[in-house]
DNA sequence: TCTGGGGTCCTAGGACCC
DNA sequence: TCTGGGGTCCTAGGACCC
């Protein structure tokens, strides 16, 4: 329901977080992690924590923090890289639930959505309700809807509901974890007040120092000190969104199905690159995944992005727009070569990134670079004709056969999902000096034992990650 | 044993066009 | 022989979010 001036009367915005998700799937996957400290996230030298159990939480580990320092913090912790395979199948089932109450959906990442109730089916009862009968109904929707997750997954959601998706967002923060919050319309401006500045959404590290600077601590300071004031500190986009968010003012629709606008990969290397050659085929490597991503998405695009990470963490992008959309590996690939050329990586790179933006939406390879790259096969055909079939360095043909390709040597991932012939299937504890250490149990049963193998023991195999309830 | 990977949005300067 | 103004595109970087 709105009032009259089309402000809403309910609460009825909700915003779903998942508790702790990686590490909670964890646990709820492998029972002798339950009620133990977690942390999921890169496991090499270089890696940070992406989720850290509650458990792990009180020993000081979070988000983003270097994964040397957790294991300090809390050595006894299980360290487990990330199966993402299974975060998108539960977030998956979360993410049906919620659309079960309404067809407006927004994801935010895989744990994390806005939902807005009056497009669904309790928007007729939520129009006709006065404002407290409105707000009981939402809060039984969202304590139906958190049962629910918890009866499909095993997992716990926090839920906010609000007016605004500014203050469901911050509702369910305070529900943390598995709680419900509602802010009651009205209330917007008392609640915020008090909090501290970083609590606003879009105001970082940076943003925080800037305001600090200027004596503004919290939310009720920001409200005060006025649009001009925030403007002069922030630019005027950002001074104005965050001074309508002090005020409790956030008119944001909620809106489903957002198209990308870029897609990119990157990698951070165990030891820094230096060798040109190697980063050029890196480039290559890192293009290969990106187009595959690209394509699996229907896309082409227009600006290829290659991103460099030097030894001392400085960091820079080279872009360049070509004339038309592409998801031509051999285009980008190369354009991403070119653009290497102009970075000075003398000292090391420590990471490598290609992405695409200025996305199109058909697939459809631009006539342009069929055309040149017709002509380029032709040019390779007659140059191989007329050198006898060697190619440029003079080297004869491959009559030779290609050096054996040395066995895969296979890697066990701690967290990683195994199956043993005999025993079952499992999850790798840990490896090293030629063993793998596997503990054989379900998400359907109590916690299992440990054994050793042989890291190519024949019977053991990656396996796929198992439901977190029997279907 | 410092600092991931995938995104979004904004700003600012220069080119270029009218 | 004094110097316009606006709009759009491209590029690079930075802040922020999960």
Redesign the pocket.
């Known amino acids: 329901m709105r009032d009259d001036r089309g402000v809403r009367t309910v609460p009825s915005i909700i915003h779903l977080?998942m508790d702790a998700?990686f590490a909670a799937v964890e646990q709820a996957a492998k029972p002798s992690l339950r009620g133990k400290p977690v942390v999921v996230?890169?496991l090499?030298?270089?890696?940070?924590?992406?989720t850290a159990s509650y458990e792990a939480r009180r020993f000081g580990v979070h988000?983003?923090m270097?994964?040397?320092?957790a294991?300090?913090l809390c050595p006894n912790a299980a360290f487990l890289a990330g199966r993402f395979a299974a975060y998108r199948e539960n977030s998956e089932i979360v993410m049906g639930l919620l659309r079960e109450r309404s067809p407006l959906v927004e994801p935010?990442?895989?744990?994390?959505a806005f939902v807005d109730l009056e497009a669904g089916p309790y928007g007729p009862a939520l129009a006709e309700a006065d404002p407290a009968a409105g707000a009981q109904l939402v809060l039984a929707v969202a304590e139906d809807l958190r049962a629910d997750i918890l009866e499909r997954t095993g997992l716990t959601a926090s839920v906010g509901a609000a007016g605004s998706k500014l203050m469901a967002?911050i509702a369910s923060?305070q529900a943390k974890p598995d709680g419900l919050v509602l802010v009651e319309i009205g209330s917007e401006r008392a609640v915020l007040s008090p909090m501290p500045v970083?609590a606003?959404?879009?105001?970082?590290?940076?943003?925080?120092?800037?305001l600090r600077r200027a004596g503004l601590t919290t939310v009720a300071d920001l409200a005060d000190a006025g649009e001009a004031e925030l403007v002069q500190l922030l630019?005027?986009?950002?001074?104005t969104?965050i001074h309508l968010m002090a005020v409790g003012h956030d008119e944001r629709p909620v809106v489903p199905d957002?198209?990308?606008?870029?897609?990119?990969?990157?990698?951070?290397?165990e030891v820094d690159l230096a060798d040109r050659d190697r980063i050029l085929r890196e480039i290559d490597q890192l293009t290969v995944?990106c187009v595959g991503?690209l394509r699996a998405a229907g896309r082409s695009g227009?600006?290829v992005?290659l991103k460099v990470?030097r030894f001392?963490?400085?960091?820079?992008?080279?872009?360049?727009?070509l004339r038309a959309p592409t998801d031509d590996e051999a285009v980008i690939a190369e354009t991403a070569r070119r653009?290497a050329l102009?970075v000075d990586t003398t000292g090391g790179v420590?990471?490598l990134?290609v992405?695409v933006?200025?996305l199109a939406d058909y697939t459809q390879e631009d006539l342009f670079a069929q055309a040149a790259h017709a002509a380029e096969a032709d040019a390779e055909t007659e140059a191989s004709a007329e050198t006898g079939g060697a190619d440029a360095a003079g080297t004869p043909p491959a009559e030779q056969p290609a050096p054996a390709v040395p066995p895969v040597l296979r890697r066990w991932l701690p967290g990683q999902d195994v199956h043993h012939a005999e025993h079952g299937p499992g999850w790798v504890q840990g490896s090293g000096v030629g063993r793998v250490t596997v503990r054989f149990e379900t998400p359907y049963g109590p916690p299992g034992r440990v054994r050793t193998f042989a890291v190519d023991d024949p019977d053991l195999e990656p396996a796929d990650p198992l439901p977190l309830r029997p279907s």
């Open positions: 977080d998700f996230g890169g090499g030298g270089r890696g940070v924590v992406a988000s983003a270097p994964m040397a320092q294991r300090r935010l990442s895989l744990d994390e967002k923060e970083r606003l959404p879009g105001i970082g590290p940076a943003t925080e120092q800037t630019g005027r986009a950002h001074g969104g957002r198209d990308a606008k870029s897609v990119s990969v990157e990698d951070t290397f995944r991503r227009r600006t992005v990470r001392d963490f400085s960091t820079l992008t080279r872009s360049e727009t653009l102009q420590r990471l990134g992405g933006s200025q």
